[in-house]
Nanobody
Framework: QVQLVESGGGLVQAGGSLRLSCAASGRTFSRSAMGWFRQAPGKERAFVAA????????NYADSVKGRFTISRDNAKNTVYLQMNSLKPEDTAVYYC???????????????WGQGTQVTVSS
């Protein structure tokens, strides 16, 4: 089973950038598709981005396409989310997880970590 620890969140002005990291432990990380999700106050957790086990394919929520980039380094057991041109509506707690990719989303399968808070001020 993969255990996950998210980091890299913070407070940033609109238009700014952040890079989130998700450090994973467990033997299956390098064979697992990984994704990022987020939960804004008062809303359900929502899909953001996903990447296949080898990095060959990615998909993104429409709201972040062209602004966010997911990547991974299997040698470091880490998945990243580069977030550019941030908007106040990107404010949320961001989580990573393993899961099954679909054409436009991911169904999360693992346990959730503590997440990392991203706050974008206007």
């Amino acid at each position: 089973q993969v255990q996950l620890v998210e980091s890299g969140g913070g407070l940033v002005q609109a238009g700014g950038s952040l890079r989130l990291s998700c450090a994973a432990s467990g033997r299956t990380f390098s064979r697992s598709a990984m994704g990022w999700f987020r939960q804004a106050p008062g809303k359900e957790r929502a899909f953001v981005a996903a990447i296949t086990w080898n990095g060959d394919n990615t998909n993104y929520a429409d709201s972040v396409k062209g602004r966010f980039t997911i990547s991974r380094d299997n040698a470091k057991n880490t998945v990243y989310l580069q977030m550019n041109s941030l908007k106040p509506e990107d404010t949320a707690v961001y989580y990573c997880n393993t899961g099954v990719m679909t054409l436009s989303s991911m169904a999360a399968l693992g346990s959730w970590g503590q997440g990392t808070q991203v706050t974008v001020s206007s």
